[in-house]
């Protein structure tokens, strides 16, 4: 079940579900509205012209730190990570679903890729996976709304939360963006 505007301000309350900062003029009918921050991480092309999924990525992405003014052009397929702003967070009896903004993915921005979950037990920046799909150069600026989280409630609290020592949690409490760590999968 996908949480109301009014559930989100009671989870919020009781401490299930985190958004820091939580401004309620953001707040949707059942989602509320994330912004991006400055902080991207592109590919360093210029070095490198193979991914292997079983190394490191040290080197294969640059840091660029974007100026809220003059901001960002994504071309025509290329590739961004960045974070959103907002810390949002989930107990172990919730989910998070990261979507874009409709306005966005009609001009071509898709702001995430296939990693919009947050998982039970994690709090931190999610990562945007940006990949401009449009014919034509789209600029984006730190602190617009770039896209939106839903919750959803599970059937019952799970068993292993996100960064449990069970678990091989790669990206727990991550507050910066990060490159891919998958190569960890196969040690």
Not at 99 to 123: M, Q, Y
Not at 152 to 164: I, M, N
Request: with cysteine; aromatic share 10%.
């Amino acid at each position: 079940m996908i949480l109301s505007d009014k559930s989100i301000k009671e989870k919020l309350k009781t401490g299930e579900i985190k958004i820091e900062p939580f401004v309620e003029e953001f707040l949707q009918p059942a989602s509320y509205d994330l912004h991006l921050d400055n902080h991207f991480l592109v590919f360093n092309k210029e070095d490198h012209s193979l991914i292997d999924v079983k190394k490191p990525m040290e080197g294969m992405m640059k840091n660029v730190e974007v100026d809220e003014k003059k901001g960002y052009i994504i071309h025509p397929g290329e590739f961004v990570l960045a974070n959103v702003r907002e810390i949002t967070g989930v107990g172990d009896e919730y989910v998070g679903r990261l979507e874009g903004k409709s306005s966005l993915g009609r001009i071509g921005l898709i702001v995430h890729v296939t990693a919009g979950f947050l998982d039970p037990g994690n709090c931190l920046r999610m990562t945007l996976e940006m990949v401009n799909l449009s014919p034509l150069p789209i600029k984006i600026y730190p602190g617009m709304k770039i896209g939106q989280i839903a919750f959803e409630k599970l059937s019952t609290k799970c068993d292993r939360a996100y960064g449990s020592g069970a678990l091989k949690s790669k990206y727990y409490g991550d507050t910066t963006v990060k490159a891919s760590q998958f190569y960890k999968n196969f040690k």
